[in-house]
């Protein structure tokens, strides 16, 4: 099994509990319930993120995020989309901020 403190192996397990379900898997639990379930949970773990980055304590923060990260790739198997689809939209971002940072250089002169 590969390392799941990775997201794109968490990502991975996820796929792999909707294709091959499992008894008593709360990830299962989660696709068999379907998309409005995963959404109402990505909406209840989003606003304890909130709550939560305005709590001092870094470990609550960090609970919450990762909750919510967690939530966030059901939503992605559920849709068909994966981790590389995602680095690829960030990549081309990459590319749009320096272009933006240029533009905004040329802009002080
Ligand atoms: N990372 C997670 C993870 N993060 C959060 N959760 C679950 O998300 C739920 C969030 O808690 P809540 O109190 O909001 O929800 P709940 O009351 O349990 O359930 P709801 O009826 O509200 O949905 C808890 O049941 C957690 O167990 C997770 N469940 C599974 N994983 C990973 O997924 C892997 C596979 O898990 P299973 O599918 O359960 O085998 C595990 O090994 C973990 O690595």
């Known amino acids: 099994m590969a390392d799941k403190q990775d997201l794109e192996a968490l990502y991975q397990l996820i796929l792999d509990r909707k294709n091959n379900p499992v008894a008593g898997s709360y990830t299962d639990y989660l696709f068999t319930k379907g998309l409005d379930k995963i959404l109402k949970k990505i909406g209840e773990e989003s606003t304890e993120v909130i ?18 990260a967690y939530h966030v790739l059901v939503l992605m198997v559920d ?21 933006t940072k240029e533009r905004d250089e040329i802009k002080k002169f």
């Open 51 to 68: 709550v939560a980055a305005k709590n001092p304590s870094d470990d609550e923060f960090i609970y919450e995020v990762s909750d919510l």
């Open 79 to 99: 849709r068909g989309i994966s981790v590389d689809q995602i680095k690829t939209e960030l990549a081309k971002r990459e590319g749009l901020m320096s272009k």
